[in-house]
């Protein structure tokens, strides 16, 4: 396992398309979070999941924003209807373990989205 | 809620000088801090961390941070730049109290390295 493996690195798609983002986090990482990066800024929490289970989605930018982990290892990130704010850096991380503080998070590489 | 500034967007120094990126946080309860770098068109890698063991952390590439809780700051040096420094970085903070569960990351510093 060579890391946190994000597919596709580059998506480009028209306004109104829906737009699906993959998260393949280290196998043993139990927790799995995203993220998203705009230019110039750091970046901003979207949802987490503990194995399968969302513990936190009130972040979710609006209700075209959807996450999965239905099995606990992989997940992906729908947007809906994008939107040309949409365009940024989607970003995964994953961490083993109950603290982000104790075992830190590893981060993919991220999934660069534009929307023309 | 916990949050973290970085003073300077951009900081620029020769080759071979001291490396200063500042980062002070909010918070009453002093959390877990981190500071990630980012290479263009990368994710983030883990610098160091800090969850209250010694106030002085060492992490990857010759960098180091010292946690002061009197100045709520975390600063990150480098004694020497190389030109591989040049990178954005950034300082995260989570929040102890309650598990700890996300960060909160600054707006970054680009670094730049003058040959």
């Known amino acids: 396992d060579t890391g946190v493996s994000q597919d596709p690195r580059h998506k480009i798609t028209k306004r109104g398309q829906n737009v699906t983002f993959r998260c393949d986090p280290i196998?043993?990482?139990?927790?799995l979070y995203w993220y998203r990066q705009t230019l110039g800024q750091g970046p901003e929490f979207l949802t987490y999941?503990?194995?399968?289970?969302?513990?936190?989605k009130s972040r979710l930018l609006s209700d075209r924003f959807s996450a999965e982990r239905p099995k606990g290892s992989f997940s992906t990130l729908e947007i809906q209807r994008t939107e040309q704010g949409d365009s940024a850096m989607y970003l995964c991380?994953?961490?083993?373990?109950?603290?982000?503080?104790?075992?830190?998070?590893?981060f993919g590489s991220g999934t660069r989205l534009t929307v023309v | 809620a916990q949050s973290v500034t970085q003073l300077g967007s951009h900081v620029s120094v020769s080759e071979g000088a001291l490396v200063l990126l500042r980062c002070n946080y909010s918070?009453?309860?002093?959390?877990?801090l981190f500071w990630y770098v980012q290479y263009p068109n990368q994710g983030l890698q883990l610098l160091l961390k800090?969850?209250?063991?010694?106030?002085l952390v060492k992490g990857i590439n010759g960098f180091e941070a010292e946690f002061k809780k009197s100045e709520t700051s975390f600063h990150l040096t480098k004694p020497s730049a190389h030109m591989s420094d040049a990178a954005e970085y950034f300082c995260?903070?989570?929040?102890?109290?309650?598990?700890?569960?996300?960060?909160?990351f600054g707006t970054g510093t680009r670094l730049t390295v003058i040959p």
């Open positions: 991380a994953s961490s083993l373990g109950r603290t982000v503080g104790v075992y830190g998070y590893t």
């Open positions: 196998s043993e990482h139990n927790r």
């Open positions: 999941f503990q194995n399968e289970a969302q513990l936190e």
């Open positions: 918070s009453s309860v002093p959390p877990y």
């Open positions: 800090y969850t209250s063991a010694a106030t």
């Open positions: 995260a903070v989570s929040d102890r109290q309650t598990g700890a569960n996300n960060l909160f």
